[in-house]
């Protein structure tokens, strides 16, 4: 099976997938650490040096890759972007042995955090304070919605801690 996780940036994708990886005894598979391995740049850097549109070709290219390849019990973390263009999410909804699970959280909740995690990611890290993060994250979220409300399981994540976060979702899936 391949547990794929999705959501908007900083809702715990990358660290509590890692986390469900090992309470699991999963493979871990990062989209965004995949690229940054094959295209030998941080996600960073190839938007600052190809641009956007680059990255959501290879993002595309490399998450059909991997939903593809699935021998391994597998968490696959993608990047908050991903299920939002061409026809990745239905590619996620299709692929034999994959579940979707979306974290879910509200737009203070992802603002607040944001503002201090910022600096990695592209698409926001010129925005320093809450009050802009937050109209930024309240429009964004409303256009990806649609997206993330596809998966097949959601999980509320806003103030629970990453084991908390593990629990809920191994309860909904097994
Ligand atoms: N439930 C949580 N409680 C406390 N910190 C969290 C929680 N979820 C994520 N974080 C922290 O927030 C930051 C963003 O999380 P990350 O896993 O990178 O999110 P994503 O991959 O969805 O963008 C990281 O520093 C992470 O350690
Ligand atoms: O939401 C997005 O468009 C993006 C989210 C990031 O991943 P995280 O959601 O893991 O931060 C990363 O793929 C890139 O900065 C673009
Ligand atoms: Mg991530």
Known sequence: MTIVLIGYMASGKTSVGKLLAK??????????????EKE??????????KGEIYFR??????????????????????????????E?????????????IYLKGTVPFLANKLVQKRSKRPLIS???????MSEFVGKHLFERMPFYS???KHVVIDHKSKPEIVEDMVSILF
């Not at 309470?23 to 940054?36: C, M, P, S, T």
């Not at 030998?40 to 600052?48: D, L, M, P, Q, V």
């Not at 990745?88 to 979707?100: C, G, P, R, Y």
């Open 126 to 132: 010129h925005i320093d304070n809450v009050e802009d």
């Open 40 to 49: 030998g740049a941080t996600i960073k850097e190839i938007f600052n040096s």
């Open 150 to 152: 596809k998966a097949e």
């Open 88 to 100: 990745n999410m239905d590619e996620v909804l299709k692929a034999k042995h994959a579940i979707s």
């Open 57 to 86: 070709k290879k993002e595309t290219q490399y998450l059909k890759e991997l939903l593809q390849a699935n021998e391994e019990n597998t968490v696959l973390s993608l990047g908050g972007g991903a299920p939002c263009f061409g």
């Open 23 to 36: 309470k699991l005894n999963y493979r871990f598979i990062d989209l965004d650490d995949f690229i940054e």
